[in-house]
């Protein structure tokens, strides 16, 4: 499975900007798929999860109430709606392909990387 996450980019604090996540290749598996994030300096950090059916979403406290998880299975993309963003929402977002966790996703498969910018 190969993933391609895109539409990051610079906006203001209080802004919006949509992510998403194109699989290709062998996608008939019936995968969980995340989001992660790492700022400079720090570890990589867990952002929200949604299982394959979509019917299950779980965020981290940071982002819960202004990013919504979402899939479109027919189209094998997952999205990240980011809302209210604030400076410390800056990172290189990444995005996962695995099993879902009691606390998030334990990544098989993994994206490049697409950084998000948000300025004060």
């Known amino acids: 499975v190969q993933l391609q996450a895109s539409g990051g980019g610079l906006v203001q604090a209080r802004g919006s900007l949509r992510l998403s996540c194109a699989a290709s290749g062998r996608t008939s598996g019936s995968y969980d798929m995340g989001w992660f994030r790492q700022a400079p300096g720090k570890e990589r950090e867990f952002v929200a999860v949604?299982?394959?059916?979509?019917?299950?979403?779980y965020y981290t406290d940071l982002v819960k109430g202004r990013f919504t998880i979402s899939r479109d299975n027919a189209k094998n993309t997952m999205y990240l709606q980011m809302n209210s963003l604030k400076p410390e929402d800056t990172a290189v977002y990444y995005c996962?392909?695995?099993?879902?966790?009691?606390?998030?996703?334990?990544?098989?498969?993994w994206g490049q990387g697409t950084q998000v910018t948000v300025s004060s």
């Open positions: 996962s392909a695995g099993a879902r966790t009691s606390t998030g996703i334990r990544g098989r498969y």
């Open positions: 949604i299982s394959w059916s979509g019917g299950y979403t």
